[in-house]
């Protein structure tokens, strides 16, 4: 699985960026695939923090507290394309963004994602800094 993120840069504080991810290597197309793409963050010494993710074939999505209102994570028309629309940006979303696939067992429909601790597959990441 190759996993590809593009989009990062630099904001000032309430600036707006969007980023993309697109994940190749399995069929994320299937009806009933279990997988899920997800956006991660992790700030200069600080550990990895999850910030969203959505399953590939239904509508359901999760977002950390700290960004709920503010991100929406939403997917392409290519299969295995997700994006991270960020509005509102303060210093503390500053960090390297990372996109990342995992995958449950249930059928779509049923509500679940993986855990923050599910996902397998990662991209290089991409860098997002937010000025004050």
């Known amino acids: 699985v190759r996993v590809v993120e593009s989009g990062g840069g630099s904001v000032e504080t309430g600036g707006s960026l969007r980023l993309s991810c697109t994940a190749t290597?399995?069929?994320?197309?299937?009806?009933?695939?279990?997988?899920?793409l997800a956006w991660f963050r992790q700030a200069p010494q600080k550990d990895r923090e999850f910030v969203a993710a959505?399953?590939?074939?239904?509508?359901?999505?999760d977002y950390a507290r700290s960004v709920r209102g503010r991100f929406v994570i939403s997917r392409g028309n290519v299969a295995g394309t997700v994006f991270l629309q960020m509005y509102g940006l303060n210093p503390d979303d500053s960090g390297v963004y990372y996109c990342?696939?995992?995958?449950?067992?249930?059928?779509?429909?049923?509500?679940?994602?993986?855990?923050?601790?599910?996902?397998?597959?990662w991209g290089q990441g991409t860098q997002v800094t937010v000025s004050s």
């Open positions: 290597g399995r069929d994320f197309s299937r009806f009933d695939s279990g997988y899920a």
């Open positions: 990342a696939v995992g995958s449950v067992k249930d059928p779509p429909g049923y509500g679940t994602l993986p855990s923050p601790y599910e996902y397998s597959y």
């Open positions: 959505t399953r590939v074939n239904d509508e359901t999505t």
